[in-house]
Structure formats: C-alpha cells, structure tokens
C-alpha cells in the first residue's frame, strides 16, 4: 500500500470509520446544524448540547466516506466541554491542518487528518463535520462546503 | 458499411494523454462517461483551425472569415449526416447535451408547455434533463412525472408505460444510455408511443451519441442532444437536433447577434433554423474538433465501438460479480461501456481515492443522479466507465485494484 494512502487512511481514522463515536441523535439538542456536501452527497447532522457558551454534549448523524464520518466522530469527541470560541478556534486549526498538513501538538488525535492535504480532493470530506460544528455552536443551521477549495 | 474490426492496441497511439504513469502506475482511464480522452487527430484540427483559420464567422467578406464559416458550417453538414437527420438546418450547436436540453426547455417549452401539461421524464435521468423540467414547470404550472425503473435490473418498467405516458403529456424527456446504470432504452419504441399520443420526444445522447450509431429518423424522436467531449471531441462542443418542423416553431433561445434577420428599436424578425438559436459569436473550434472527432470515430465503426464497449462491461461486471461483497447496478447483460458499484460498505469516494493511487481513474458519487440514488437507496456509487481504447487487460488490472482495496478496508 502506498505511503500517501498510509496517511490518509490512518488506522484511527479507519477505526473511528468503522465504529464511530456519538453516532446518535441528541434528543435534548438545543443546537442542531446540517452539513452537506452537494458535489459527492455526503451529509450530517451536528448535535449539540449547550449551556451558555459551553458544549455540554456533542452527536451526529449522517453518512458519507470514512473521511468525512471518522472526522464528525472524531469531532464529536472532541468538542465536549469546549467553548464556541474554543469550537471557532479549533475549526481553523484543523481547517489550516487538512489544507497545509500542519498539525501542532495542541491537536491531539485529530493531527490524524494531516494528511489529508495531499488528497486536495478530499479536504472538504474532513472539513464538513467540522463547518456543521462551526454553525451549530453559532446557532444552528444549514452549511455546505460548496466554497471549499478544491470542492 | 462497418470498417473491419480494429486493432484497439495501435488506436491507443492515438491518444497522447494515455501514454504517461499516475501516482507511479500505468493510467487506466476508466472516466470516459464523464469525459472522453481526444486523439491526436482531433488536437491537430484546433490547433490548425487556430493557426491557419481563424477568424469570425458568417458575414464577413475577407478569406479569413469565409474558411472559418465554411469549417463551422462543413462541421453542421457532418454532423447531419453523423445522427442521420434529413437536414443540415436540423442542427443547432450548443456547448453540450446540458445546453441542448436547457433550449428545448426555454424556448420550445415557454410556447408549447401550459398549466396542467404533463412533462414526462424516467426515473434514471441526470440532473440536466430533470432540472430544466422542473424550472419550466414551475414557469408554467405544468406537472412533471417520472416513468420508474424495476426494481430487479433497474431498466425502465415498461410494463407501466401507460400508466405515466397519458394523452395529456406534451413532452417525453430519456435518456438513451443511463450514465449511473449503464441501461439502454429502447428510445425508438418509446418515442413511437409518444407520437401517436401526439406528445415530442426529447432523447439525451450525451452516453450513445459517440459509442453506438444513431439515427435520428430511425429514433422518431423530435430532439436529440449531445456533447462533443464525450465522444473525442473539444470540451464545449455540441449540437441539438430538432426535428425541422418543430424548431421551426420555436421561438428564438438567446437574443443578440446572427439570430435576427432584421433588427429595429422596436421589433425585430428572427433568422431562419438554426441561426435562429446560435446567438452570438460561437466556439467556432469546437464543432470544427467535433468535426474531426466524428471522422476519426466513423473510420473505426460505432459498431465496432459498440461492440468493444459492450465487450469490455461486461467483462467488467462479470469479474466483479465474481467477487464477495461487490454490489452491481444494472442488467447484467445488454448494458452499455459502464458498471457502476459499491464495496461492500466501503463508500464510493474511498474506493475512488485508493483506486487512483494505483493510476486507476475512476468516479464515484452520485453522477449527478441524485433522485436515481435515493431511488436506489445509497449516496453514491463506484463507477467504470470505459471506451474504445480501453482494453481488457486493463479491467483485469482495475480488478486486481479493487482486490487491493477490499483488502484495506478488511473487507
């Protein structure tokens, strides 16, 4: 298998894929955001719990390719007990990751995305969850990656 | 008279773009329902028409001119004779088969189609012959219906044909070749229907018009549009055919130049067919590439290409059902050069992006077929689509592919 593939397909993006984490909806969700990806038809739904400012709880639903789904779960994961100025913070951070393949050591598990930028076909797969997370925790909504580059 | 069967190997010669390595691989182009690759004969012909021709065309008196109109307008006559209709003046050039629909759509649709009007249209279309439809129903309050698929081989319920195909349908919109499934309609039968319900037919060759012979008059149908660019030709190529008696009725498509016949402040009077719908300066090298395309396409034999495309799909479906865990859509016998499927639960665009590791270009999604895909209830499928240089070595190869990826994803 090649490298590039290796990198692509990590083995925690391929077990989150598999399994993923918060795949579920939040029946007491006071934030709910939809994301779509009208090029290849991958969609989710974000779920969220707030309290104030505060993610309390985080789920979603949805399918799409094990990009897209290991990234909403691994999303998920992490935004629990995060601030939507944390959520907005982290969204460029991994936006900036999945686009130059940066990733710093702040990012924890999600760094598994960097190699996401040498698919540019594939950036908006990681990215979509995170776009519905960014609209939820701003209020709700319905996003696309539709702008994305390389969309 | 069908030329003797070619030698596929050489003809690949032809195509520059085939000789090269992606991501350290031998390519394997199996996209060409997307878009064909352009032999070199095609290139020559653009880069002539540029370098030695190119000027504006139609009313222009300098040499120029009169060799770039006279290739646009030799390219029209070809193009009759390619779909065999009876008349030059029956073809109208577009930018594509999306181009084609969206005039018939506007123009034809905002005269004809009135409240309460069924447009009828199949379950299978691509998005170009749906949305067009659904804009000029909701111009017009007309009713738009689709004629369903089975659900055992995902061909047309014919069975059920006169249920939807009613007296008070006026337009009957089919594809010819369906680019998600690979089904081949029976359009000359469907539009025999049509007629003696007094309804126009509509069919959308962007998947035969370059792999198989058609003939307009033998179809019945009033329409027929095509892309060049799927059939060797420049992107942005392409023509309508309209049965002469109804684009003579049309009204005009796009206002602006070439297509009056008089101009004044107040009014003006319209061109005769098919000036009348080619507004404006055209892409005058692309029907000229057309032009070479259907050339280079007649020396080998559509029924030559037919056959190889049928050859080759099946070849493909075979080995893939062959294999656990493969989901095939369409007959199993009978389709056209593609085979769209899914991996197990691998989801389409991780089969796409694996298999292009390996130099294997392949398409995954929802081939602009949304409803098609709720229809059948996935997001997305894998997709082989192949032509006339594509050989069965290479499907071989694509299989060996699709064993490495079941592999990865430990399917």
Not at chain 1, 30 to 59: E, Q
Not at chain 2, 189 to 208: F, H, N, P, Y
Not at chain 2, 391 to 409: G, N, P, S, Y
Request: hydrophobic share 40%.
């Amino acid at each position: 298998m090649n490298d590039d593939l290796n990198d692509l397909y990590q083995e925690v993006i391929l077990e989150h894929a598999k399994s993923p984490r918060n795949f579920k909806v939040l029946p007491d969700a006071n934030r709910v955001a939809h994301g779509t990806n009208p090029l290849c038809g991958d969609n989710y739904t974000v779920y969220l719990v707030m309290d104030g400012d505060v993610v309390r709880d985080a789920s979603f639903q949805g399918s799409g390719c094990a990009i897209s789904k290991a990234s909403a779960s691994l999303l998920t994961s992490t935004i629990k007990g995060k601030t939507r100025a944390d959520v907005e913070a982290l969204f460029g951070k991994v936006h900036d990751m999945v686009t130059t393949g940066h990733a710093d050591d702040s990012m924890g598990k999600l760094a598994a995305f960097a190699g996401v930028h040498k698919f540019p076909a594939r950036v908006k797969c990681a990215i979509l969850s995170w776009h519905a997370a960014k609209a939820a925790v701003a209020g709700g909504g319905t996003v696309s990656t539709e702008g994305e580059e390389n969309a | 008279m069908t030329p003797p069967t070619p030698d596929w190997q050489k003809l690949r010669a032809d195509f520059p773009i085939l000789d090269q390595q992606v991501h350290g691989h031998p390519l394997v182009y199996f996209d060409n329902a997307a878009t064909s690759q352009k032999p070199r004969a095609v290139i020559d012909a653009l880069v002539r028409y540029y370098e030695r021709d190119n000027a504006n065309v139609h009313r222009g008196i300098h040499e120029l001119s009169n060799r770039a109109t006279a290739g646009y307008e030799a390219a029209r006559v070809r193009t009759a004779k390619y779909l065999n209709a009876r008349d030059p003046h029956e073809i109208v050039f577009t930018r594509g088969t999306t181009e084609g629909i969206n005039l018939v759509a506007q123009a034809w649709g905002s005269q004809f189609i009135k409240a309460g009007d069924v447009i009828l249209a199949t379950e299978m279309e691509h998005h170009s012959d749906i949305v067009p439809w659904q804009l000029l129903a909701a111009r017009t309050g007309a009713k738009l219906r689709f004629l369903p698929i089975r659900d055992d081989d995902h061909t047309l319920d014919l069975a059920r044909l006169d249920e939807f195909l009613t007296r008070d349908v006026k337009l009957f919109a089919m594809a010819h070749i369906s680019n998600a499934l690979g089904v081949v309609n029976p359009v000359a039968e469907l539009c025999a229907r049509a007629r003696q319900l007094g309804a126009v037919t509509l069919v959308d060759g962007a998947q035969s018009a370059g792999h198989l012979p058609v003939d307009v008059q033998a179809i019945g149908c009033d329409f027929f549009a095509f892309s060049g660019h799927k059939m060797c030709g420049p992107t942005g190529s392409g023509a309508l055919y309209g049965r002469r008696e109804v684009l003579e009725a049309t009204p005009p498509y796009m206002g602006g130049g070439e297509m009056i016949s008089t101009v004044d402040y107040d009014h003006s009077t319209w061109n005769t067919i098919p000036h009348k719908f080619e507004a404006g300066t055209p892409d005058i090298s692309a029907p000229i590439g057309l032009h070479a395309a259907m050339d280079y396409l007649d020396a080998i034999g559509r029924e030559n290409i037919w056959r190889h495309d049928q050859e080759l799909a099946e070849h493909c479906h075979d080995r893939l059902a062959s294999l656990n865990g493969v989901r095939l859509f369409g007959p199993a016998k009978g389709r056209a050069g593609l085979v769209s499927f899914l991996l197990n639960d691998v989801h389409a665009h991780d089969v796409v992006t694996i298999a292009d590791r390996y130099g294997v270009a392949l398409r995954g999604g929802h081939h602009c077929t949304q409803p098609l895909m709720k229809k059948l209830g996935v997001p997305s499928t894998a997709r082989a689509s192949f032509y006339f240089y594509n050989t069965k070595a290479e499907v071989d190869r694509f299989i060996e592919v699709v064993k490495e990826i079941q592999k990865f994803f430990g399917v």
